[in-house]
């Protein structure tokens, strides 16, 4: 792998760091800015909303930068509103510099899976983007608990500065190693490439069944870890010294599972995909019927961090799969999914929250979402299988050869 790809997996340590955080401060922002906890769980949900709509936009609008600056512009300004997230006593500021910080965040994303991906062989994207995904997990094992522990000691504000300074040898690292164009394989166009034609590959059935089962099984991920707190010290007794700890077994899990799904999207995603959802399903279930024991808790957060991550890593390096008529704009339609299930999952969550069932109630939500993921899943393999009119069954139509999910790349 070029060293440029792990530079750009440090970048996304930060941005992962930010977008996760939150998770181990809730109680102190809910008391500090005089609101609930569902409301300050929101500020994930207006995090990932912001990264849906900024994956796309920002994604085209940096399709003429060269992309290390695009790659700088966007680290930049992420940084920058963290600093005003830090010093700000506003809820309604913070929430702004949440979805401004988002759109920062999902530009630079969209944008360097793309770069990532177009700097290794065809057969090799899977493994690309468990690089990247693994700077996410890594904020998830040392950024996140590191972020709670800080926001015990220092107060929730010092999370943020912690951010913007991560950030800044990011900035350093990206300007000197990633390159300013990234050579064109084997498309002509992928120097100047054109928004509308790569947009039209939203239109292949099999990229928008995958987009649909990333999101919901991030969803998934996401409802019950934005309220873990809440959940590990009111429902399994875990005192608040716990929660990093907590925090830092749920990373370790997500980061095996990016690296099993890196070892596994390019040439066995099936592998991973129909036992991992069925587990994943089962482990949400399991969870929510014993999150009263410390010790079951104790370990179905691994598992499930294991699990949720393995399965989600693996969908969306099959997005990118699915989209070879989108060079530049693949990364977007896999961030956008990803943040999608980010934000369906603590809003649907906190709700139930709000609505008196319980903090253990988003666990509850999370083994539907998965549900919901496999019955999707079960019903767009029928549909392909299915006879066409003419009696021919339609996974045997060549084109419909190419698109269907394969064990191997070169099927695709």
Same mark, same amino acid.
């Given at each position: 792998? /070029? ?11 930060? %941005? ?7 998770? +181990? ?86 944008? $360097?899976?793309?770069?990532? @991906? ?15 995904? *693994?700077?996410?997990? &890594? ?13 015990? @000691? ?7 500065? !912690? ?22 394989? =084997? ?49 399994? $007794?875990?005192?608040? =010294? ?14 095996? +599972?990016? @690296?099993?799904? *890196?070892?596994?999207?390019? @040439?066995? /995603? ?15 279930? &399991? ?16 598992? %499930? $961090? ?11 390096? %099959? ?18 999914? &990803? ?6 999952? /603590?809003?649907? *969550?906190?709700?139930?929250? !709000? !609505? ?21 899943? $079960?019903?767009? %393999? ?8 003419? =009696? ?11 698109? !269907? ?8």
């Amino acid at each position: 792998m /070029p060293f440029a790809i792990y530079i750009l997996g440090l970048a996304v340590f930060a %941005q992962g760091t930010s977008e996760f955080m939150l998770s +181990g401060l809730v109680p102190d922002i809910a008391s500090e800015l005089n609101v609930s906890i569902p409301a300050v769980g929101a500020l994930t949900s207006a995090f990932a909303a912001g990264m849906i709509v900024g994956a796309p936009l920002m994604a085209v609008l940096s399709l003429r930068w060269p992309r290390r600056r695009a790659l700088l512009v966007f680290l930049v300004a992420f940084m920058l509103v963290h600093v005003a997230g830090a010093v700000t006593t506003s809820f309604s500021v913070l929430l702004v510099t949440r979805v401004l910080g988002a759109l920062a965040n999902a530009g630079f994303l969209a944008v $360097g899976l793309a770069t990532a @991906t177009s700097m290794v062989p065809q057969n090799a994207k899977g493994r690309a983007t468990s690089i990247l995904l *693994g700077g996410i997990t &890594l904020a998830c094992v040392a950024g996140v608990p590191a972020g709670a522990a800080l926001g015990q @000691t220092l107060g929730w504000r010092s999370a943020f500065w !912690a951010v913007a300074l991560i950030s800044l040898p990011a900035v350093v690292a990206v300007m000197r190693s990633v390159p300013d164009t990234v050579r064109a394989t =084997g498309d002509p166009d992928e120097a100047r490439p054109r928004a509308r034609r790569e947009l039209r590959a939203l239109r292949e059935p099999r990229l928008l069944v995958v987009l649909v089962l990333a999101a919901l099984v991030n969803a998934a991920t996401f409802c019950t870890f934005t309220y873990l707190t809440p959940l590990v010290t009111n429902v399994s $007794g875990f005192s608040e =010294g716990w929660v990093p700890v907590m925090l830092a077994l749920f990373g370790l899990g997500s980061f095996a +599972g990016v @690296t099993i799904g *890196g070892r596994l999207s390019d @040439t066995r /995603p099936m592998r991973v995909l129909i036992p991992g959802g069925i587990a994943l399903l089962a482990g949400w279930a &399991l969870f929510a019927l014993t999150a009263g024991s410390p010790i079951v808790t104790f370990l179905l957060t691994v598992v %499930q $961090g294991t699990l949720s991550f393995a399965v989600g890593s693996t969908l969306i390096a %099959q997005v990118l799969y699915a989209a070879p008529r989108a060079p530049s704009l693949g990364g977007s339609f896999a961030t956008a999914a &990803l943040n999608v299930g980010a934000a369906v999952g /603590p809003a649907v *969550g906190g709700a139930t929250i !709000a !609505a008196g069932l319980g903090y253990r109630s988003p666990l509850w939500v999370s083994a539907l979402l998965v549900a919901a993921a496999l019955v999707t899943a $079960g019903l767009a %393999q029928a549909i392909r299988q299915a006879p066409s009119p003419r =009696g021919r069954r339609g996974a045997a139509r060549p084109e419909d050869g190419r698109a !269907a999910p394969r064990t191997r790349p070169g099927g695709r």
